[in-house]
């Protein structure tokens, strides 16, 4: 490469007038760039004011140095180049989306009302249920020998662990003809009321009356046997959990707690295998779907929060099993759930690892709900996995059109997937993938990743102050979904906290692929974690 710096060097130090044209041009198109704040030409230009110094000093390396500065400015253009180019891309594409959307909307009303003969609100919808409103109270949500009443008037409305990003989802198209999260009602009166949309009215009333309003599975969902396992009347109420590891006389327990569209298979066939024996002897391991994912229950009338979340984990693992101390394993979404139930059982947690953390501080400002929303879902077509998100996340009715054409027939997809790969591919991956609902992806994304947002500085104070044990952060590299800086935000509020970033993996492959590699990481952390 030196060589044809110093063929160049030779050729435009010997040709005064090709030497001084340049410079000279190059000089005024500096100043120029600068003065239109076009940094990357600027950049570009800037380097060969040194020509002059180069011509009368005869030094071959200030030649060197312009071109290498030339090609980093070149680097430097081709990106904000390439970022311009995604932004104008995601701009037409997002935009036609909205419009699609909306035409989704109403096609789902219809479908919904030939299948089930029964109109199906969604959260497009402007409208809200006053009569209902006027009631005064709506039961959330029940613990023995405690009610949480959400009461609507005419100076506050609490509506807890309900995401406003369900229904109010700024867009070009969508943001005129969409409600607002909570309005004034035009009624006149003394007792006035708020209006809120209608699915979250329909949806707790469902809930208050003890009835399901809708089909085991929808039109829309899959019916095989795997997918519908958890009607049975013994699994109804708990999760799916996978045991392994010591039987009896355990030592210390582990919960995981996997991701959005995951399952327990993403621990189980990764991790499971490759624990040594002295672990399995000495630790019990506890691996759930989440509610709503892979073999666990899918409700149609839940809303998919936190606290259901939690009350599941509890049901279904540390009160039938007995856990007093627990280890904590969590990746992505779980993350935000391993908090929650660190702060729940502050005293219980051994230790705490979490791998991608979601951790986005809000500015001032700036509502946390849809600050957390536009991080994890940014609406740009690249990189995929941020596409993914963004249609997850901002399409109510694209989203449920995926998971109609790929849940609801994953099995088709399965065997070709498996035909097309010779089998290279793990079923548990694609199991992860496949085995939810639209429902309880779309309300487990909005009411726990970006409902949460406002609560988890809360929970951060919590694990600082009150949890004893070792935080343990992972992070890919290269995690294109949730940056590595999310990591380094967490530890900023847990300075005790240990970050490790993993070379070269992204947001599966932190797992998938290393799970020898994890796997002996985590005895290390339970083990060093013993008292």
Known sequence: MNSIYLQLMFRVRNNPLFFSILSLSLTLSTFAFVAYNLVPLSLFCSPFLLLPFLHITNQHFIFLYVVKKMIMAVKCGARMGGQLVNDIVSFLVFSMLDVVDVILCYVYKVADFFFEAEWKACYC?????????????????????????????????????????????????????????????????????FTVNSTVIEMLQGRVGGQQTLPVPRW???????????????????????????????????????????????????????????????????????????????????????????????????????????????????????????????SAVKSLTLLAPPYFPTPKGEAATQYMMKRVAPRRVWPVIAFGASMACWYEHISRTICLVICKNH????????????????????????????????????????????????????????????????????????PVECSYNLQSRIPRAHVKVVENEDHITIVVGRQ???????????RNASP
């Open 125 to 193: 919808s402007a409208s809200a249920k006053e009569s209902i409103a006027g009631r005064g109270k709506i039961v959330v949500s029940e613990a023995p020998g405690e009610s949480k009443i959400v009461r609507l008037t005419c100076t506050k409305m609490q509506l807890e662990e309900i995401s406003d990003t369900l229904y109010t989802r700024p867009s070009l198209v969508s943001a005129v003809s969409n409600s607002t999260a909570l309005r004034p009602s035009k009624r006149t009166g003394v007792r006035s009321s």
């Open 220 to 346: 829309s969902d899959c019916n095989c046997k795997t997918c519908t396992s958890w009607t049975a009347a013994s699994c109804r109420d708990t999760l799916f959990v996978k045991v392994d590891g010591a039987r009896e006389n355990a030592g210390e327990d582990v919960v995981f707690i996997h991701g959005f569209i995951s399952s327990s298979a993403f621990w189980t066939e990764t991790l499971y295998p490759n624990f040594s024996k002295s672990a399995k002897s000495k630790y019990r391991l506890f691996a759930v779907d989440l509610l709503g994912f892979g073999r666990s229950p899918k409700p149609t009338d839940s809303l998919y929060t936190l606290r259901e979340h939690l009350d599941m984990i509890q049901r279904s693992v540390l009160d039938p099993y007995k856990v007093k101390s627990f280890h904590i394993v969590a990746h992505s979404l779980g993350c935000i759930l391993a908090l929650a139930l660190a702060v729940k059982h502050p």
């Open 411 to 482: 099995r088709i997809w399965e065997f070709l997937t498996k035909l097309l790969t010779r089998n290279r591919i793990r079923t548990y991956l694609m199991e992860g993938f496949f085995l939810h609902t639209h429902n309880a992806a779309w309300h487990t994304l909005h009411n726990v990743i970006c409902g949460t947002a406002g609560k988890i500085e809360t929970y951060l104070d919590d694990v600082k102050n009150r949890l004893k044990c070792d935080i343990t952060i992972f992070h890919g590299q290269n995690d294109e979904l949730i």
């Open 516 to 526: 020898k590699a994890f796997a002996r990481e985590l005895e290390a952390i339970w």
